[in-house]
DNA sequence: TCCCAGGTGTCGA
DNA sequence: TCGACACATGGG
């Protein structure tokens, strides 16, 4: 999970991850290391109450997609030539999913057209403000800001932290959608196909089609959702030689098409081959990784 | 200095 | 419908 960036919603250290939730009202800090028989234990450090397993297992199970099973999808990539290589090199990897909707859109605007690095820093400034945070052992853990909270921002403050106006206003919007009900988790949820639920995203001003699939894929596990247009992606398929250029959207859809059902999936493993190749170089530093 | 980053909205043809 | 362009900043 350690990609190098300056992630500020969970810590890694010593094989185990760190992380601070609102559960209900109230703040939780609980740990996941693994032990034997390739099994995840949670430690809850703080904010433990008879209940919250049963809400960390759940939660812990949509955040890394422990249920998926990944041999149909192996069995995809063994028939495409151009692909073949992915499954011995990434054997395991998961999808690291955001199952908070808002923090997941929020994250896809700031994102967007800028370099990972400077996304993370500006992520990280955005949550020390407005969000709220576990103090244990010394240590501040970091939880992401409700809509309610970044309602209250002030765009001046926001463009000290280097937001630009678009971006401030766009996440102006989106919490305000949030906070008068327009927008909410469950309703999206219940639309009923992955173009409605695609549709009411993109009615959010700054959520163009990358960043609605880019929601798609982590807050609603949906399988076949491609951010067309991906920076990452097109040099990816540049580099397996399925194009030559970004234009070729025919070639793009036809190379994706026969992974119908794991199409999310592939796009994962497309950006892990080309962090593995070292094309992107604003990392802090090359990080041990399984999953994304 | 130039170009590219996990893009989007707007405008004009 | 499509291409051009502005936006905004860091890093190679």
């Known amino acids: 999970m350690d990609r190098g960036y300056d992630e500020c919603l969970y810590t890694i250290e010593n ?34 109450s008879p209940k919250i397993i049963t809400v960390l297992g759940l939660y812990v199970s949509k955040w890394l997609d422990l249920d998926r099973d990944l041999a149909p999808f192996y069995k995809k990539l063994g028939r495409s030539n151009a692909c073949a290589e992915l499954t011995e090199k990434y054997k395991g990897l998961h999808l690291i999913n955001i199952p908070n909707l808002f923090e997941s859109i929020c994250w896809s605007i700031i994102g967007q057209q800028i370099n990972l690095s400077f996304a993370y820093k500006l992520k990280r400034r955005l949550v020390e403000k407005y969000g709220t945070s576990v103090q244990h052992q010394g240590k501040t853990h970091l939880i992401f800001p409700t809509p309610k909270s970044l309602q209250d921002a002030v765009p001046a403050d926001l463009k000290i932290m280097q937001f630009s106006k678009q971006k401030i206003n766009y996440l102006l919007t989106v919490a305000n959608a949030f906070n008068t009900g327009q927008f909410s988790a469950d309703h999206l949820e219940q639309l009923p196909t992955m ?3 695609q549709a009411k995203l993109l009615s959010l001003k700054g959520i163009g089609i990358w960043s609605a699939n880019y929601v798609l894929m982590k807050s609603l596990n949906e399988p076949d959702s491609i951010p067309f247009g991906d920076a990452g992606l097109n040099k990816a398929l540049k580099r397996l ?3 030559k250029d970004r234009k070729e959207v025919q070639k793009i859809e036809a190379f994706f098409r026969p992974f119908a059902g794991w199409q999310s999936y592939l796009t994962l493993y497309l950006w892990r081959h080309l962090y593995g190749q070292g094309l992107v170089s604003n990392k802090k530093h090359e990080g041990q990784t399984s999953r994304q």
């Open 241 to 243: 030689g399925i194009i």
């Open 195 to 197: 173009k409605a639920r």
């Open 15 to 48: 094989s185990t991850i760190t992380k601070a939730l609102t559960v209900g009202d109230k703040p939780v800090l609980f740990r996941i290391s693994s032990v034997r028989h390739s099994k995840l234990q949670i430690d809850v450090l703080s904010g433990y």
